[in-house]
T-cell receptor, first 113, second 114 residues
């Protein structure tokens, strides 16, 4: 079945450091790929998405590129801020049938001043 | 534009009891999905409703059931509660069924079963 694997956390960085959170997926066909963020005590917010191979999603300085050849969708940011501290979830939905998000287990990011 | 809302925020129930959680979808959205997020885990898909019909279900037993109303709001019902049902329950709405549509999440209902 469809699945998402992302790196375990926590990822601990100093402010202005470069961030990479790895995500790989297993799916049939051509899924859509997403990164969601969950701040403490809150629900999920969509951070960015890509719906086909080689698409780059970007938002708030974060970006991720849909790589079909490596089945990956790694999240990157050039300079993190303390306010980026949260849990990040990589997810996919198949592009056929009904819309069901399959999530990874999440990666906690801690950014210190 | 009002986003996705859920009620109640927190709930404490005893094992064996029944619970109903509610979700109001975002204006114009006809699709609602429910997810269960255990502590420290990613959300797990429970089921989805499209125009008042269940059109997809994850690996959850039949004691998890739902409804969608004509205004596209939704309920999640869980019977015979078990301790492992303790989790954050998330509702998400979207403007359609296709996988490329964005799902908009509510803040969740935290259920504790004792």
């Amino acid at each position: 079945g469809d699945s998402v694997t992302q790196m375990e956390g926590p990822v601990t960085l100093s402010e202005e450091a470069f961030l990479t959170i790895n995500c790989t997926y297993t799916a049939t066909g051509y899924p859509s790929l997403f990164w969601y963020v969950q701040y403490p005590g809150e629900g999920l917010q969509l951070l960015l998405k890509a719906t086909k191979a080689d698409d780059k999603g970007s938002n708030k300085g974060f970006e991720a590129t849909y790589r079909k050849e490596t089945t990956s969708f790694h999240l990157e940011k050039g300079s993190v801020q303390v306010s980026d501290s949260a849990v990040y979830f990589c997810a996919l939905t198949p592009n056929t049938g009904f819309q069901k998000l399959v999530f990874g287990t999440g990666t906690r990011l801690l950014v210190s001043p | 534009e009002t986003g996705v809302t859920q009620s109640p925020t927190h709930l404490i129930k005893t094992r064996g009891q029944q619970v109903t959680l509610r979700c109001s979808s975002q204006s114009g959205h006809n699709t609602v999905s429910w997810y269960q997020q255990a502590l420290g885990q990613g959300p797990q898909f429970i089921f989805q409703y499209y125009r008042e019909e269940e059109n997809g279900r994850g690996n959850f037993p039949p004691r998890f059931s739902g409804l969608q109303f004509p205004n596209y709001s939704s309920e999640l019902n869980v019977n015979a509660l078990e301790l492992d049902d303790s989790a954050l329950y998330l509702c998400a709405s979207s403007p359609g069924q296709a996988g490329s549509y964005e799902q908009y999440f509510g803040p969740g209902t935290r259920l504790t079963v004792t």
